[in-house]
């Protein structure tokens, strides 16, 4: 069964920056694209950046372009999200899964709140 764990999220103010971490289990992480999401109240989830297997290719959300950076770790079946100039609609829960069809079984997410 795919488990997904993210952390590394938090309470910064804007312009600041976060480094988010998602280790997956489960699975043969190396084989599979890979990307953040994220869910705001009220909101859809919706896909902020994705990685492909060999990190050849990067595809990011508009909003995100140029703030944002994903890389991977594939000895550590690990994803990150480097999160710089953080915005207050960065706000809300990041979730790791497959991209571009996600595997049915959800980490808990790491939440970000970006204000003064």
């Known amino acids: 069964q795919v488990q997904l764990v993210e952390s590394g999220g938090g309470l910064v103010q804007p312009g600041g920056s976060l480094r988010l971490s998602c280790t997956a289990s489960?699975?043969?992480?190396?084989?599979?694209?890979m990307g953040w999401y994220r869910q705001a109240p009220g909101n859809q989830r919706e896909l902020v950046a994705s990685l492909t297997p060999g990190s050849l290719y990067t595809v990011y959300a508009d909003s995100v372009k140029g703030r944002f950076t994903i890389s991977r770790d594939n000895s550590k079946n690990t994803l990150y999200l480097q999160m710089n100039s953080l915005k207050p609609e960065d706000t809300a829960v990041y979730f790791c899964n497959m991209s571009p069809v996600p595997n049915e079984n959800w980490g808990q997410g790491t939440p970000v709140t970006v204000s003064s």
């Open positions: 489960g699975m043969m992480f190396g084989d599979y694209t």
